[in-house]
């Protein structure tokens, strides 16, 4: 089945066309964003203007064709405050009906709030932790408290950067007056309700919208240097952010363009949505904010798939959403999954028991069970070089609950677990730290080893035991058949593990054998 949804938001109005597979898995095959300002003095005029107005329609019906060509079986439309609050706002999508059939659906800022909730819980692993979600948009800002089963608080705060716009009278640069005016006022609306979203407790605090994720950026870029390829599960301090506030609110338009990150069609609010950002994340008692690129569109998916009794399934759902991911991408791929289990059973169990040697924390062992999984997915695209063809999939799946840092990380671990093993040469590794070059030495070596320890894929290796020394590691093995085989593959193999734990490896078989 495939689905569009449409946000009309206040700032920008928004298309997802998504294929929802057999499992309730989504897919989304193109997301769209046109920056209308629909909402740019409405909250003065009350009313929507010719030119937004219109331009809106056309957006709209546009993205209507896109659908159409797509072969959707549904179009899920959804407008926010800019269309709750104009006294036209019923002409708005009157006109809409007539020249594109939609009956788009008015939602409330809490509803809102709810849809995004869902869309963000599906996108960021939240373990047990309880999150504040916040999503400032052009009218109005949501905060919502809740886990990974329920949502324990919701509110939608109107505060926005289009209607903070309006309230500074569209001036291009603010006085000091004008800053301490809108504080004033962003304290106002918005302190009794973050009180009680901290009342309802969170440890954690995910920022979504196109003005948080721009503002992340922007931050990043100021105190990093180096460009994001994705926001999702990226975090940013609030120290950075008050810093960059700092700087957009001094700065006339063109000099705000000309922040790294910043784009140019929001260079008219961006400096007032920085001001309302650290101010919530100031009420919020939040040292940190962690960027999150899902939205109400994809909320409008989910709250639809729901309502039609089709709650999207997870295939492990004990598991967390890294790892989710992780099996769908395997599976999306033809990798044999089952086969994989055991590998990831070898591979782990050769790291716990190795780990007075190489010293990792918890953080290499997860990726070395992820890239058990998918270190084989290159085959979809040919076999010759498949293990630099998984790594490209791997970098260009989006996969939900990783960092960029993380996604790296998996994509060159898996890149060396055949041929070459790692050299400062090669242009990825090189960039990476110390640190993080260790870890993909031991990993991508121990990965090594798990996969020829199931050469004939009968999983005859059952069980293992290291025994270490000063100069040898015996990696002694235990299963009902002969695994000659297995132990030639690994024996192969080793060098990798072998330069990186400095000690010999030999690998053999117990006898007589036991399970």
Not at 323 to 350: G, P, T
Not at 463 to 488: A, F, T
């Given at each position: 089945?495939?689905l569009?949804?449409i946000?009309?938001?206040?700032?920008?109005?928004?298309?997802v066309?998504?294929?929802?597979?057999?499992?309730?898995?989504?897919n989304v095959?193109?997301?769209?964003?046109e920056m209308?300002?629909?909402?740019?003095?409405?909250?003065?005029?009350?009313?929507?203007?010719?030119?937004?107005?219109?331009r809106?329609?056309?957006?709209?019906?546009?993205?209507?064709?896109?659908?159409d060509?797509y072969g959707?079986d549904d179009?899920?439309?959804?407008?926010t405050?800019?269309?709750?609050?104009?006294?036209n706002?019923?002409?708005?999508?009157?006109?809409?009906?007539?020249?594109t059939?939609?009956?788009p659906k008015?939602i409330?800022?809490?509803?809102?709030?709810?849809?995004i909730?869902?869309?963000?819980r599906?996108?960021i692993?939240?373990?047990d932790?309880k999150?504040?979600?916040?999503?400032?948009?052009?009218?109005?800002t949501?905060?919502?408290?809740g886990?990974?089963?329920?949502?324990?608080f919701?509110?939608s705060i109107?505060l926005?950067?289009l209607?903070l716009?309006?309230?500074?009278?569209?001036k291009?640069?603010?006085e000091?007056?004008?800053?301490?005016?809108?504080?004033h006022?962003?304290?106002?609306?918005?302190?009794e309700?973050m009180?009680?979203?901290?009342?309802?407790?969170?440890?954690?605090?995910?920022?979504?919208?196109?003005?948080?994720?721009?503002?992340?950026?922007a931050?990043h870029l100021?105190?990093?240097g180096?460009?994001?390829a994705?926001?999702?599960?990226?975090?940013?301090t609030?120290e950075e952010l008050k810093?960059l506030?700092?700087?957009?609110?001094?700065m006339p338009?063109?000099?705000?363009?000309?922040v790294?990150?910043?784009?140019?069609?929001?260079v008219?609010?961006?400096?007032l949505?920085?001001?309302?950002?650290?101010?919530?994340l100031e009420?919020a008692n939040a040292?940190?904010i962690?960027?999150?690129?899902?939205?109400?569109?994809?909320?409008?998916?989910?709250?639809?798939?729901?309502?039609?009794?089709?709650?999207?399934?997870?295939l492990?759902?004990?598991?967390?959403?890294r790892f989710r991911?992780?099996?769908?991408?395997a599976?999306k791929?033809k990798?044999?999954?089952?086969q994989?289990?055991h590998i990831?059973?070898?591979?782990?169990k050769?790291?716990d028991q190795l780990?007075?040697?190489?010293g990792?924390e918890?953080y290499?062992?997860d990726?070395?069970?992820?890239a058990s999984?998918v270190?084989?997915?290159?085959?979809f695209?040919?076999?010759?070089?498949?293990h630099k063809?998984?790594r490209y999939?791997?970098?260009?799946?989006?996969?939900r609950?990783?960092?960029n840092?993380?996604?790296?990380?998996?994509g060159?671990i898996?890149?060396?677990?055949?041929?070459?093993?790692p050299r400062?040469?090669?242009k990825?590794y090189?960039k990476?730290?110390k640190?993080?070059?260790?870890m993909?030495?031991v990993?991508?070596?121990?990965?090594?080893v798990?996969?020829?320890?199931d050469?004939?894929?009968?999983?005859?290796?059952?069980?293992?035991?290291c025994?270490?020394?000063d100069?040898?590691v015996s990696?002694?093995?235990h299963?009902?058949?002969?695994?000659?085989?297995?132990?030639?593959?690994?024996?192969r193999?080793?060098f990798?593990?072998?330069?990186?734990?400095?000690?010999?490896?030999?690998?053999k078989?117990?006898?007589?054998?036991?399970?």
């Amino acid at each position: 089945m495939k689905l569009a949804a449409i946000d009309i938001g206040t700032n920008s109005i928004h298309l997802v066309i998504a294929e929802v597979t057999k499992r309730q898995n989504i897919n989304v095959l193109i997301d769209e964003k046109e920056m209308v300002k629909l909402g740019v003095g409405v909250f003065a005029t009350n009313r929507l203007s010719q030119e937004a107005f219109d331009r809106g329609i056309e957006v709209i019906k546009r993205y209507v064709q896109l659908a159409d060509q797509y072969g959707v079986d549904d179009i899920i439309t959804a407008a926010t405050s800019a269309t709750r609050e104009a006294k036209n706002g019923g002409e708005f999508l009157g006109r809409l009906a007539e020249e594109t059939g939609l009956t788009p659906k008015v939602i409330s800022g809490n509803e809102e709030a709810r849809l995004i909730f869902l869309a963000v819980r599906r996108a960021i692993a939240f373990g047990d932790e309880k999150v504040l979600v916040l999503d400032i948009g052009g009218g109005s800002t949501e905060a919502t408290v809740g886990d990974q089963e329920e949502i324990f608080f919701k509110k939608s705060i109107k505060l926005g950067v289009l209607r903070l716009l309006d309230m500074a009278g569209q001036k291009d640069t603010l006085e000091k007056e004008d800053v301490e005016e809108l504080t004033h006022h962003i304290n106002l609306a918005a302190e009794e309700i973050m009180k009680k979203a901290v009342e309802a407790g969170f440890t954690k605090v995910i920022g979504t919208s196109g003005t948080i994720r721009t503002l992340g950026e922007a931050a990043h870029l100021a105190g990093k240097g180096t460009s994001l390829a994705t926001v999702n599960a990226e975090v940013v301090t609030t120290e950075e952010l008050k810093k960059l506030s700092e700087k957009l609110l001094g700065m006339p338009p063109k000099k705000r363009e000309k922040v790294p990150g910043i784009s140019a069609n929001r260079v008219d609010a961006i400096h007032l949505g920085s001001l309302l950002l650290v101010r919530l994340l100031e009420m919020a008692n939040a040292t940190e904010i962690t960027l999150c690129d899902a939205s109400l569109r994809e909320g409008l998916i989910l709250g639809y798939l729901g309502s039609m009794g089709k709650t999207p399934s997870v295939l492990y759902p004990e598991e967390d959403l890294r790892f989710r991911s992780v099996m769908n991408l395997a599976l999306k791929y033809k990798s044999d999954v089952e086969q994989k289990k055991h590998i990831s059973y070898l591979a782990l169990k050769l790291f716990d028991q190795l780990k007075p040697l190489h010293g990792l924390e918890e953080y290499g062992r997860d990726l070395l069970d992820f890239a058990s999984f998918v270190f084989e997915v290159g085959h979809f695209i040919g076999y010759p070089k498949y293990h630099k063809h998984s790594r490209y999939i791997i970098e260009h799946s989006r996969l939900r609950g990783f960092t960029n840092e993380e996604v790296t990380l998996l994509g060159v671990i898996v890149r060396y677990h055949r041929k070459s093993g790692p050299r400062k040469k090669h242009k990825r590794y090189k960039k990476l730290s110390k640190a993080q070059r260790k870890m993909i030495h031991v990993v991508a070596g121990i990965l090594r080893v798990a996969i020829g320890l199931d050469k004939t894929k009968n999983q005859w290796v059952e069980g293992l035991r290291c025994d270490i020394s000063d100069k040898k590691v015996s990696i002694v093995l235990h299963g009902e058949e002969n695994p000659d085989l297995e132990i030639w593959e690994a024996m192969r193999n080793c060098f990798v593990l072998e330069d990186a734990l400095d000690r010999k490896i030999l690998v053999k078989a117990e006898y007589p054998v036991h399970p």
